[in-house]
């Protein structure tokens, strides 16, 4: 099956390649509403119940870690199947789970079964496309996980408001089917017999991408774009109500302006990028963030503009994080058609682990807009400094 770097991917194609992909997100976002009563009615500690996400987390990078070297030898098709079918099967297992001990080791299973549809997605992009194309279809992709995070929140909300949190499981695992079904019916397989590798395994196909260091220096970019999304999305609430005296209602008002800005950024780069080329528009995203970063830090430090001072770069900042994020995916997988599935796990995994580690040091910095901007800062200024690497590196290739 040949790729092409010059036509457009189909849209269709994005959508189903993007609800594949942001299955993870779902499950991980979907029951954040109903953490207080499942403390109550599991009878135990909120720090138990919220380590159910770090689980989930934990989880989904093993099973990157796993399906993408399998996906390599088997197909995407089959690894899909089968970590979705664990998916659907943990996700009923935690609806009816007796205490928060037998839901906590259900999520880390549930964690590693829906990693596989994210590493299928991101692999058969880069079956079908490179270059710019690859860089737009990932635009597409990224705006459906970014956007999940916002809409997942609601709807688990009001589906445990009706229904209890247990409810909320069982559609995660009604929704799993759903993915399941549009798969069978709609994807073909992507990475066909002749382009497999068939002696790919969850030990040795990792080799031949840590000896690459172009490919470890810009995994670390869309890694470090990750951590920009994931500490606006755990601090922002924090910082936004308590810090800046915003209502709930304004909360809402103003995470949901900045989910359109990040839609309006990963739809931008998806045009642009045909005419600019994956690299620049790297670097114009890397820039533009590090300008917005730097001006939310004077911001936060001095008081300049008050509320608006603090929004505006913000919302800037999302803007341009969603012009990185897509280009560092295309440019990790560049030099890695044959072993795309382990190069989006290995990619995958270090985005997951990376923001997991480096968000909460919010908290860890006292909180508040300054700590927050800090973190954004820092982790910008780390992207940039690994996207220099990797240009010097291909240069010198």
């Given amino acids: 099956m040949s790729t092409s770097s010059a036509r457009r991917p189909p849209l269709g194609f994005l959508m189903l390649l993007g609800t594949m992909a942001a299955v993870p997100a779902m499950t991980m976002d979907m029951y954040l509403p109903s953490l207080p009563e499942m403390t109550r009615d599991l009878n135990t500690t909120q720090a138990l119940v919220q380590g ?38 943990m996700s009923v297992l935690a609806a009816i789970s ?64 009706h229904w209890g949190w247990r409810a909320v499981f069982i559609a995660l695992a009604v929704f799993g089917l759903v993915v399941m079904a549009m798969v069978a019916l709609l994807l073909e397989e992507t990475h066909p017999p002749e382009r497999r590798n068939p002696n790919a395994s969850p030990i040795r196909a990792f080799g031949p991408l840590v000896r ?45 302006v900045n989910g359109v800005m990040i839609i309006v950024g990963a739809q931008a780069n998806s045009r642009l990028v045909y005419r600019v080329g994956t ?51 295309t440019l990790a997988l560049k030099h890695h058609g044959r072993r795309a599935g382990s190069a989006a796990a290995l990619v995958t995994a270090t985005q997951q682990l990376l923001a997991g580690i480096l968000s909460p040091f919010v908290a860890v910095l006292g909180g508040g807009a300054p700590a927050m901007s800090i973190v954004l800062l820092a982790a910008v200024l780390v992207a940039l400094l690994f996207a220099a690497l990797n240009r010097r590196l291909e240069r010198r290739a």
């Fill in 212 to 256: 690459d260091p172009r490919f470890l220096a810009v995994a670390v970019v869309p890694a470090m774009a990750t951590t920009v999304l994931f500490t606006y999305i755990s601090a922002s609430s924090f910082v936004l109500q308590e810090g800046f005296g915003l209502t709930p209602a304004q909360f809402v008002i103003a995470f949901a």
């Fill in 279 to 329: 690299p620049r528009m790297l670097w114009v995203g890397l820039l533009g963030s590090l300008l917005f970063a730097a001006l939310l830090l004077v911001a936060s430090l001095t008081g300049i503009g008050g509320l608006w001072g603090f929004l505006v770069p913000l919302a800037l900042l999302l803007v341009f994080n969603f012009l990185t994020m897509p280009n560092a995916v």
């Fill in 98 to 161: 007796p205490n928060i001990t037998t839901l906590l080791a259900v999520r880390v299973l549930q964690g590693m079964g829906n990693a596989t549809a994210t590493i299928a997605a991101f692999s058969a992009l880069r079956d079908r496309f490179t270059g710019p194309s690859q860089s737009s279809g990932m635009s597409w992709i990224q705006t459906v996980i970014a956007v999940v995070p916002l809409a997942a929140p609601a709807v688990g909300g009001w589906i445990a408001h």
């Fill in 52 to 89: 159910t996400i770090s689980g989930v987390m934990i989880g989904s990078a093993m099973g990157s870690l796993l399906s993408g070297p399998l996906s390599d030898r088997f197909g995407r098709r089959r690894p899909f199947f089968a970590g979705m079918a664990l998916h659907v099967v």
